[in-house]
C-alpha cells in the first residue's frame, strides 16, 4: 500500500511541476488571475494554488491592522502598533508606522513569524 501512495504522490507531484495541477491539486488554467479578498484587489502572478483556494487561504490567515483597519496577508512584514491600539500589529509602511522602529517580523499563517525565527532560518538554510 506504501508503495501505492508514494507512486500517487510521485504522479502529483509530476503533475503540479507540468503545470497540469496547482498545488492544491485542482486543474491548472493559464493566465493571470485578478481577486479579491476582503475589499484589497490585486493580481496573482505565478501563484502556488488555485485562485479560489488562494482567496480562502489569504481570507482564513489574515490579521487586521491597527491603524488603518486593512487586512494584513501572510507574507507581508509586520510593526507593533502603538499602545491602545484595537489590533496588535500594524502594516510596516509609512502610512501605517512612519517611523518603521517597531519592526517585529512577518505575518505567516495566522501567527507572527518573529524576527528571531526569520533569522534562525537563514543561518540554519
Known amino acids: 500500500m506504501k508503495k501505492v501512495m508514494d507512486l500517487f504522490f510521485i504522479a502529483i507531484e509530476w503533475m503540479c511541476r507540468r503545470n497540469l495541477l496547482w498545488w492544491c491539486g485542482h486543474r491548472h488554467v493559464k493566465g493571470e488571475y485578478e481577486i479579491a ?14 485562485p479560489a483556494c488562494m482567496v480562502r487561504y489569504y481570507e482564513r490567515y489574515h490579521t487586521t491592522c ?6 494584513i496577508f501572510p507574507g507581508e512584514a509586520v510593526a507593533q502598533a ?8 500594524t502594516h510596516m509602511t ?6 518603521g522602529a517597531f519592526y517585529c517580523g512577518v505575518w505567516d499563517k495566522g501567527r ?6 526569520l533569522e534562525r532560518a537563514k543561518v540554519a538554510g
Do not use: D, Q
Not at 37 to 50: F, K, R, S, T, Y
Not at 66 to 71: F, I, N, Q, R
Open 94 to 99: 509609512f502610512e501605517c508606522s512612519p517611523c
Open 112 to 117: 507572527l513569524k518573529s524576527l528571531v525565527e
Open 37 to 50: 479578498i476582503l475589499g484589497v484587489e490585486g493580481a496573482l502572478v505565478n501563484p502556488p494554488m488555485c
Open 82 to 89: 502603538y499602545r491602545g491600539a484595537a489590533h496588535p500589529y
Open 66 to 71: 491597527g491603524t488603518c483597519e486593512e487586512p
